[in-house]
T-cell receptor, first 113, second 112 residues
Framework: QQQVKQSPQSLIVQKGGISIINCAYENTAFDYFPWYQQFPGKGPALLIAIRPDVSEKKEGRFTISFNKSAKQFSLHIMDSQPGDSATYFCAASYGNSGYALNFGKGTSLLVTP | DSGVTQTPKHLITATGQRVTLRCSPRSGDLSVYWYQQSLDQGLQFLIQYYNGEERAKGNILERFSAQQFPDLHSELNLSSLELGDSALYFC???????????FGQGTRLTVV
């Protein structure tokens, strides 16, 4: 069963716009929430990650917002660029599972010029 | 470049055969994870090793096995291959197996 639900499946954003991808989870044991970016033919690349002791983390144009009570987290890409066009995966993990990642199904982002 | 090296990049083999995929983790990383990526199942965790010992097991078939050697490289062995095993297989490594994991470029396995 899918432990992390990701939406939307695909997203089209104009250059300069904000891309928002959402994820939800059920297992309250999860304590590490990374986002990965994957280009065709490449492996997933770690973009940004958060632990549940903070509600927001920002790195450059990428921000994770985390809502522990709602068991939801999201990725915001500010000033989206055509080079951001890729598939984005959210994931969740916890210590007793060796921090093995449970991935969402992915969001295909297209940023149009 | 993540620093994680996987070989081979592509592999084509027949049903019923056995193959070995190899992963060299980033320098200093003690933990290695194997994942399978397919269109229908997405990215699925298979197995994790930490400093030579199996630490966690996911949706890994009995026909699949893995090991991590003293030099910390890891191998994933897939046997009695079926058409449905065609997928991308990724290795990821982590310094201490406590979160931050970096993926290799993957091995694309095609079973014909």
């Amino acid at each position: 069963q899918q432990q992390v639900k990701q939406s939307p499946q695909s997203l089209i954003v104009q250059k300069g716009g904000i891309s928002i991808i959402n994820c939800a989870y059920e297992n309250t044991a999860f304590d590490y929430f990374p986002w990965y970016q994957q280009f065709p033919g490449k492996g997933p690349a770690l973009l940004i990650a958060i632990r549940p002791d903070v509600s927001e983390k920002k790195e450059g144009r990428f921000t994770i917002s985390f809502n522990k009570s709602a068991k939801q987290f999201s990725l915001h890409i500010m000033d989206s660029q055509p080079g951001d066009s890729a598939t984005y995966f959210c994931a969740a993990s916890y210590g007793n599972s060796g921090y093995a990642l449970n991935f969402g199904k992915g969001t295909s982002l297209l940023v149009t010029p | 470049d993540s620093g994680v090296t996987q070989t081979p990049k592509h592999l084509i083999t027949a049903t019923g055969q056995r193959v070995t995929l190899r992963c060299s983790p980033r320098s200093g990383d003690l933990s290695v994870y194997w994942y399978q990526q397919s269109l229908d199942q997405g990215l699925q965790f298979l197995i994790q090793y930490y400093n030579g010992e199996e630490r966690a097991k996911g949706n890994i078939l009995e026909r699949f096995s893995a090991q991590q050697f003293p030099d910390l490289h890891s191998e994933l062995n897939l046997s009695s291959l079926e058409l449905g095993d065609s997928a991308l297989y990724f290795c990821a490594s982590s310094v201490d197996g406590r979160g931050e994991a970096f993926f290799g470029q993957g091995t694309r396995l095609t079973v014909v």
